[in-house]
């Protein structure tokens, strides 16, 4: 159990690694997960599976692997290796696109989100390789994969905003809209260095209208910073959207009414983007702004930490059930402090 009061580094290491470790238990014989448990019994499995929290998980275990400088044994980097091969399998040509292009299928269709969480899995991967993870396991070379899903989600950009769904088989756009995709899909191609002009001017257009603002959006919040960091929106406007998004956070807390891990969790991944953005680039924001986001990240991880134990984040007072997206979105949080601490 950890102390009470603020974390210490040390704290949120301990979280991290413990959540990584349960994580690398769960990875099967054939790659995919054991997606939910009850706590404390991962040898009950319970049914689903999503593709998307899948990808998400392992950007999460490689970004730990990769910014806790670990050494991975034998065992952990072929569990790895196996997990984002599985993925890796999934990716299918879609041939009513003229330029070459992969995406992630699953049940007969392409969620744009899953292109952007395969980009990011894939970039921490290639991160990764020094460690010795083994990138000739995978089904086509790591650059091949990261282009062609950086081409579908390209793609996807129609009035300053991204296409979320569309059939395989023949591209028919389908009506689902998800709060998260359009986050997704900018983060994955940020974080893999595209800066086609489309992207940047949909970019443009989204800060301008404050999407995902209203949200608390923890995607937008990882988009947002990675543009800045990297300079690719003019620095006024994505200051003031960032500002706006943190100050919606950090002002409107019914999120915590609802007593379920994950969506605490994920504005706490925002908040301590926001933060680690500061130091990545002095002088933007109000000092004040980054003290009161760290303030109510430290209140949001003591809530966390009421639904954890031994690697596990489960969902709420209600519900014991661990799930993988649970703990990548909670340990993540604490990855995220770690790296600001």
Partial sequence: MLHPGPLSRSDCRTVVEASLSHLLRLVQANGRFVYAHPAGQPRMPLNGYNMLRHCGTLWFMLRAVNDLDLDLAPDARAALGRAV???????????????????????????????GLALVMLEEYRRALPRGLDEAALPLGLETMIAGLQAYALAQIEGGDFLHKRLFSDGTVLPFRSDFYTGE?????????????????????????????????????????????????????????????????????????????????????????????????????????????????????GLQLRWYADGQFWK??????????????????????????
């Fill in 185 to 301: 899909a900018l983060l994955g191609l940020f974080v893999t260095g595209n800066t086609d002009p489309a992207l940047l001017a949909a970019t443009e257009a989204l800060v301008a209208r404050r999407y995902g603002v209203a949200e608390q959006s923890h995607w937008m919040a990882y988009a947002s910073c990675e543009a800045a960091a990297r300079g690719l929106i003019s620095e006024a406007r994505i200051t003031g959207y960032i500002t706006e998004l943190m100050e919606a956070i950090v002002e409107h807390d019914a999120y915590r009414a609802r007593r379920m891990s994950t969506p605490i969790a994920c504005r706490s991944e925002a908040l301590t983007r926001f933060a680690r953005l500061c130091d990545q680039w002095p002088g933007r924001f109000p000092e004040a702004l980054r003290a009161a986001a760290m303030r109510v990240t430290d209140e949001n991880l």
């Fill in 85 to 115: 091969e599985f993925a890796a399998n999934m990716f299918e040509r879609p041939l009513w696109i003229r330029t070459p292009s992969l995406a992630l299928v699953t049940k007969g269709a392409v969620k744009t989100g899953g292109i």
């Fill in 316 to 341: 709420g007072d209600d519900d014991d059930k661990v799930q993988i997206d649970y703990i990548q979105h909670n340990a993540t949080a604490f990855l995220n402090l770690w790296l600001c601490l």
